[in-house]
Each structure stands twice: as structure tokens, then as C-alpha cells.
């Protein structure tokens, strides 16, 4: 059980940078699973408006920048906190597209929200420490804290980094 966060943490990471890559380079995006079509003719026109903005702006370049970051960031153990923080955002985001805008109900998005939910249920005591140590891991376990829980300000902290 105590390397199931682990697991999860390194399943969602690489889910989020396939799908961030699959943006950039096209031959990636035939690997993935195609996407689930939008549920109705009014979701379709709507789905169809939202993506052409998306695309148009280049917005939908910076968010799957953004997502490739959060990949990374949920892979390394020292940067978790920061990762769930950020593909947190992304995720609820994803959801809320599929459900209210394409009206659909998917599996894979679902199952990635609920895995963001765990980890962050699962890190919730490291969250102390992203204000303090800047890492989301207590007790200096990654070696970004100083040892003595100072957290770089030469006071001692108490708490996670403490």
C-alpha cells in the first residue's frame, strides 16, 4: 500500500505527457485511444465552437504545455505536491468540458480524475510543505529541505518541514 501513490503518481505523469505530446507530435496521437464523440447535435456544434477557439488562440498550446509539465512534476517524488497542484487545475478542467460541454461521461477521464483525488487525499500532509519547502515532502525525504527543518530561513519551523 505504501508504494500505491507511487504507482498512481507515475501512471497519471505518463498519461499527461502522452496526451501533451500527442499535441505536438502527431504520430503519438495515433497510439492513443480515439477521442469520444459529443453526445448530441447541440454538444457537437458546442464542442466543435469551444476546440476551433481553442485552436485558433493557441491557448490549447499552453495548456498542453502545461500538461507535459504536470506529467513531469507528478513523476518526481520531490515535486508531487506541485504536480497534483497543477494537474489538479488541468484536470477538473478536462472534466468539465466532457460533461458539460460535450456531455459525455468518460471513462478515462474519469478514472484520471479519481486517481488526482487519490493523490492528492494520499500527499495531503505534504501540502504543508509546499508553502514552507517549496517540495509537498515532509522531513526533508527528497533533500530539497535543509536537514535541520529550516526550510532555507534559518528558523526553525515546526510541523512538516520541522
Given amino acids: 500500500m505504501k508504494k ?4 498512481v503518481a507515475l501512471l497519471l505523469g505518463v498519461a499527461f505527457i502522452l496526451f501533451g505530446v500527442a499535441h505536438f507530435v502527431p504520430a503519438v496521437k495515433a497510439i492513443l485511444p480515439a477521442p469520444t464523440p459529443p ?37 518526481l517524488k520531490c515535486t508531487r505536491g506541485w ?48 508553502a514552507c519547502c517549496g517540495s509537498g515532502e515532509c522531513l526533508a525525504s527528497c533533500g530539497l529541505c535543509p536537514k535541520d527543518g529550516s526550510c532555507g530561513s534559518g528558523e526553525k519551523k515546526t510541523g512538516c518541514c520541522g
Wanted: aromatic share 12%; net charge positive; hydrophobic share 60%.
Fill in 39 to 75: 453526445n448530441g447535435e447541440e454538444a457537437g456544434k458546442l464542442t466543435q465552437a469551444f476546440f476551433a477557439g481553442l485552436a485558433g488562440s493557441g491557448y490549447l498550446s499552453v495548456i498542453k504545455g502545461l500538461e507535459i509539465l504536470a506529467g513531469v512534476l507528478l513523476i
Fill in 4 to 7: 500505491l501513490p507511487c504507482i
Fill in 83 to 130: 504536480g497534483i497542484v497543477l494537474s489538479g487545475a488541468i484536470l477538473f478542467n478536462i472534466f468539465f468540458v466532457n460533461v458539460l460541454i460535450m456531455n459525455i461521461w468518460n471513462p478515462i477521464v474519469i478514472a484520471m480524475v479519481l486517481a488526482g483525488l487519490y493523490l492528492a487525499f494520499a500527499g495531503r500532509q505534504g501540502f504543508r510543505c509546499l
